[in-house]
Antibody, heavy 126, light 106 residues
Framework: QVQLQESGPGLLKASETLALTCTVS?????????WGWIRQSPGRGLEWIAT???????YYNPSLKSRVTLSVDTSKNQFYLRLTSVTAADTAVYYC???????????????????WGQGALVTVSS | DIQMTQSPSTLSSSVGDRVVITCRASQDISRWLTWYQQKPGKAPKLLVY???TLQGGVPSRFSGSGSGTEFTLTISSLQPDDFATYYCQQYSGLVAFGQGTKVEVK
């Protein structure tokens, strides 16, 4: 069973950069599948942030694209989220998840998410 | 952007009830729709993808249907473990979630 675990600072100040790591276990990122970040807050509900493939192809939510960067380190079996210039509106539980498509045949990077991390609460203080 | 609207927002039901949750898309998304179940403090759990394909291990009392702009998730006989919040998600154009339907004890 694939396992994902988010890690990173839980408290930030406004204007700082949010940086989260997702560590994947029991599956090698370099073997395939797209990998994504989703966040959830009472005000915005569930919001897809971005998705990445092991070859560094990235796909971003247009509403966040100017502030978001995804990257991947296959040697560590980890992928990363950076969100710059955070505000209180970025306070949320951040999830990493595996997309349902392997990507082996050029499939769309937009699919369902079949495995999720437990979530990391990030609070932005003003 | 494709908007997803779920109804009702809250549904009060009893064990054994048949429960139907509706999700409407702002434009045609074919069958590119997913359903999740979420319990407090937990990540969403995949139930159904491609509108009607049941994820492995999900009880057969759950079923999904629909195409185009209107979709439903049906629980044929509500069990105690099913009280939770349910979300739809489209993946026809980027990814977007509905606002959720909470199934609570009547």
């Amino acid at each position: 069973q694939v396992q994902l675990q988010e890690s990173g600072p839980g408290l930030l100040k406004a204007s700082e950069t949010l940086a989260l790591t997702c560590t994947v276990s029991r599956y090698s990122i370099s073997s395939g599948y797209y990998w994504g970040w989703i966040r959830q807050s009472p005000g915005r509900g569930l919001e897809w942030i971005a998705t990445i493939y092991h070859n560094d192809s990235t796909y971003y939510n247009p509403s966040l694209k100017s502030r978001v960067t995804l990257s991947v380190d296959t040697s560590k079996n980890q992928f990363y989220l950076r969100l710059t210039s955070v505000t209180a509106a970025d306070t949320a539980v951040y999830y990493c998840a595996r997309d349902g498509s392997t990507g082996w045949f050029g499939e769309s990077p937009y699919n369902w998410f079949d495995y999720w991390g437990q979530g990391a609460l990030v609070t932005v203080s003003s | 952007d494709i908007q997803m609207t779920q109804s009702p927002s809250t549904l009060s039901s009893s064990v054994g009830d048949r429960v139907v949750i509706t999700c409407r898309a702002s434009q045609d998304i074919s069958r590119w729709l997913t359903w999740y179940q979420q319990k407090p403090g937990k990540a969403p759990k995949l139930l159904v993808y491609k509108a009607s394909t049941l994820q492995g291990g999900v009880p057969s009392r759950f079923s999904g249907s629909g195409s185009g702009t209107e979709f439903t998730l049906t629980i044929s006989s509500l069990q105690p473990d099913d009280f939770a919040t349910y979300y739809c998600q489209q993946y026809s154009g980027l990814v977007a979630f509905g606002q959720g339907t909470k199934v609570e004890v009547k």
